[in-house]
């Protein structure tokens, strides 16, 4: 079945480091990706998303490209602020005949001043 | 403004006892989810639903039942017959296809005591 597998963490990082939390997904046909926060006692937060091979998605200085040949979506931002310390949420969600959708575990991101 | 509720933000239950969490939706997405988290993990699907008067166990229905009767409405209720109540729900609704985000609602805080 479908899947998503991102790296495990905490991930801790001083501010204005380069960040990259890794995404890589099974799934049959053509999925669309998301990246998804989740700040401390809140709900997910759409963070960008990309719906075909190629696309790029970019918000709030993060950037992920949908890789089709290595089935990867990996987040990145250059310059990591104290502020986005929350957890990251990589998902996939693709017409099949369940049509749910699925996230990885999660990876929790520190970041020190 | 467009969104997705839940209600309440913490609950107390004692053990026995049935609790319902409400989610509404002024979306008018399709699409409805069930989850849970537990600390430090990721997202497990309860149940979730296409379209009005149809839903589908996820990956944990077990001690769990839903209802969808109206499309805005998806109320998870927790039975007694789950073990190990105490976790953070959260709700989220969609399109229903693969090319759009789901939306996420506040989450509820359950707590058996």
């Known amino acids: 079945g479908d899947s998503v597998t991102q790296m495990e963490g905490p991930v801790t990082l001083s501010e204005e480091a380069f960040l990259t939390i890794n995404c890589t997904y099974t799934?049959?046909?053509?999925?669309?990706l998301f990246w998804y926060v989740q700040y401390p006692g809140e709900g997910l937060q759409l963070l960008l998303k990309?719906?075909?091979?190629?696309d790029k998605g970019s918000n709030k200085g993060f950037e992920a490209t949908y890789r089709k040949e290595t089935t990867s979506f990996h987040l990145e931002k250059g310059s990591v602020q104290v502020s986005d310390s929350a957890v990251y949420f990589c998902?996939?969600?693709?017409?099949?005949?369940?049509?749910?959708?699925?996230f990885g575990k999660g990876t929790r991101l520190h970041i020190l001043p | 403004d467009g969104g997705i509720t839940q209600s309440p933000k913490y609950l107390f239950r004692k053990e026995g006892q049935n609790v319902t969490l409400s989610c509404e939706q002024n979306?008018?997405?399709?699409?409805m989810y069930w989850y849970r988290q537990d600390p430090g993990q990721g997202l497990r699907l309860i149940y979730y639903?296409?379209?009005?008067?149809?839903?589908q166990k996820g990956d944990i229905a077990e001690g769990y039942s839903v209802s969808r009767e109206k499309k805005e409405s998806f109320p998870l209720t927790v039975t007694s017959a789950q073990k190990n109540p105490t976790a953070f729900y959260l709700c989220?609704?969609?399109?229903?296809?693969?090319?759009?985000?789901?939306?996420f609602g506040q989450g509820t805080r359950l707590t058996v005591v």
């Open positions: 979306l008018n997405h399709d699409a």
């Open positions: 998902a996939l969600s693709a017409m099949n005949r369940d049509d749910k959708i699925i």
């Open positions: 799934a049959t046909g053509y999925p669309s």
């Open positions: 990309a719906t075909k091979a190629d």
């Open positions: 989220a609704s969609s399109m229903g296809n693969s090319n759009t985000e789901a939306f």
């Open positions: 639903s296409q379209i009005v008067n149809d839903f």
